[in-house]
């Protein structure tokens, strides 16, 4: 057997091949990215995979495969599911023949991601089972299970991983030969089509199902209850009846019965968590956090299937139990399903979370957060200033510079923001931004994108603004994949209600911000008609053909200004800016700039230039104007100086440089 | 176990670090488990990997490895690929743990735009100052800038902090192990120039103090 190191999201990519997927579309989103461009390098052939428009198309797309018997997988992140709430909403009352499974990452601490939002509840609102993985083997082998739900269930089923279990990585068997699922065809029923009349006959059947599947999920092996084995208590053992509680006028504490329930990847942490308390207790308590204090009784709940929740599994464990401490992340969903199933069956524990500040209520879980909460628990002393886990760095240490992410050095876009500055210096504008890498031109020294919200917000939101406030200027900043994903109906938007704003999309040739995805305009596909891995040379060059023009696009939905330029031309960048201003202060209407130059990462580093020392005069005006992690002052010199390894060779400081100190490689002075 | 935390810059090549850490593990028949910052914050910000991995006779005794994140105090091996980074990410590294940090600084915009030089020298010097008290176990200095001149490459530095800290010993294989992983997971025309580096980087191990 062929041993490979796979990240979570290839081996769900090989999840779907076990299952015999049939279709895989969707959007590109930190941290889903990876599991399409793993199952479009993996196609044995046969398999359609596609990065859709958006997720609403890659949703719709998947269902229609799905209504034709096929196994759709679609995939996004969390964010990208709130895009395909529409499809999504409607989906169960239909059903499906074919598995339709939603592969939709989470992501805590948002690492890359506008919100904090949990898939789990986005679940529960859709009346949608949800499976949630502790490991990347989990998340691996619960896609066949969820096509498989889908199925016998008719309904739409949600895999939600989290970033630490997609860009984890874990040692899998590859050796997977693909036997595609039977495509039994597309049957004409009533139930395909969402009138009224019928979304009321299929709320009724989720209703009914619901529970069904909750009687599956009480079942579940990974819904599992665990007895601890601590050390200092008697052997644990599966307790039936409540023993009468010790007596508390010894003047010592009540041994109590305690519980702790996990989802997701805290399940993982838990284990290391009470793992080294266990050893810390085994040792004596060498630092001194003390033993394990007043416990009868300690056991663990994992919860795999937050929706529908196994009620039934959740009554067993906690019956006779005095307190629970509930490990999860993003949104108290188990927490108040456990709340729920107490208040139903009149059981007394109390339930401690993040609902009672007892866990985290924001952001990641940490095995180090885990511990100091666990050690709470469980009657030990608190071991945040004990545990050698928990040592806060040494005062000592230097301060260090604070290292927010920028613009890489050679990125197009530090061009079009710069010189978009330079065009408009001293006049009030504001500038409206979007969800891609050019959010960033937000750091310092560009310090311009003012407004971000979501995918094509970029050319919406300035329309408000401008009649909000007619007086200032305003400048809508879209990517190009973007453009093409959510920017369309914005810039119909703003044609059609004649808004005054200058429209700029930043092409850079791909879907930079997740790692340089095609879309639209680029023509390059994920698979070819005909099944076949998207590298014969004939159909990618078929595709370059087909890509479409966002100039023409821009023409044809009736903007008439539209300039082309190249970001790393700062003159002639900051000319197209003034132009297009000046249609938008005729009151002309809506005018467009593209700025079209590719990422660095689809195309190769140029030459890079070299300091004149004797002409440099440490002005800064490179520094301050472009931000470039490439530049910096030389030490013990009064001099720039630019990092090899990291200049891309985009030669904008040459261009800006006051004193000609700065030179193209190969130009002598 | 083997707990092991690289700390960088994003476009440094920490997560290809991280992959080949794995790979050479994988390849020596240990469970590993890996997490890597991918995203956003990868665009030239501070970045962290954690590596762990289970030997085979770890495995056998029926140890378990669920956790990809390494917890505070705990690695065994802490890589930083400039000073700053290696100084933030020191909380990882467990009591009398290896240090191996490549010495040339970057410089975030940050600090340049505030006036501020940094070179990273006195990050290099609270090293040594925990290493004297015994708080790093063993500090390993690799002039990178030096080996990337020598391999006419500014992109091996990642490869050459592997090699110095194989040779440190923190890995529980030698530099040899790294071979078939970077044959594996680098570009063909590449290969000769990072075993180079691997090399250079185990070399400096040797030559420290």
Known sequence: MAKELLMG?????LGALKAGVNVVCGYPGTPSTEVLEALAARNPGGIHVEWSTNEKVALEVGAGAAFSGARALVTMKQVGLNVAADPLMSLPYVGVSGGLVLLVADD??????????DTRQFAQFAKIPVLDPATPEEACAMISEAFELSERYRTPVIVRPSTRICHGSAVFETDIPYQPHQVGGFERSPHWIVLPRRAFEGHKEIIERLPIIEQEFCDHPLNAIEYVDLPGLAKASKITSKQPLASASSGQPIPRRLGIVASGISYAYLKDALSMLIDETKSGGKHGIGTFAAIEELRILRIATPFPFPDQRATEFMADLDEILVFEELEPVVERELL????????????????TKDTTVAGENTVNSLLQQLSVFLGMEDSAQKLPATISPESTAPELPTRPPMFCAGCPHRGSFSATKRALKGRPAVFSGDIGCYTLANAQPLDMI?????????????????WAQPDVLHLGFVGDSTFFASGLTGVVNAVYNRANLVLVVL???TTAMTGAQPHAGTGERMSGTDGYSATAKADMERDAQNALRIPDVLHALGIEHVDIVDPLDFDASVEAIKKAVAVVDAGNGVSAVIFRSPCIAVCPPKPIPWVDPEACTLCRVCVNTLGCPAISIAPQAKTIQIDAGLCYGCDLCVQICPFNAIHKAGDSK | MINVVIAGVGGQGTVLASKLIAY????RGDFVRTAETIGMAQRGGSVLGHVRFLTTSELGQGKELLSPLVPKAQADLLIGFEPGEAVRALDFLRPGGVVVVATGAVAPVTATLAKKSYDGQAELAYLQSQATSKRIGELVMVDGQNICETCGSPRVLNVALLGAAASSGALGFSADQFDKAIEAQIKERFIALNKQALRLGAAAFTLKI
Do not use: Y
């Open chain 1, 450 to 466: 003012d407004t971000c919200i979501c995918m094509g917000g970029g050319f919406t939101v300035p329309q408000g603004m401008a």
């Open chain 1, 340 to 355: 729920r199933v107490c208040g139903r069956n009149h059981l007394s524990a109390a339930i401690k979370g993040k609902l």
């Open chain 1, 9 to 13: 999201n290839q081996a769900i990519a």
């Open chain 1, 108 to 117: 805590p601490a948002p690492m890359s991601s506008q919100t904090e939002q």
């Open chain 2, 24 to 27: 050479a593990a994988m390849e």
């Open chain 1, 507 to 509: 092409d850079n040739s």
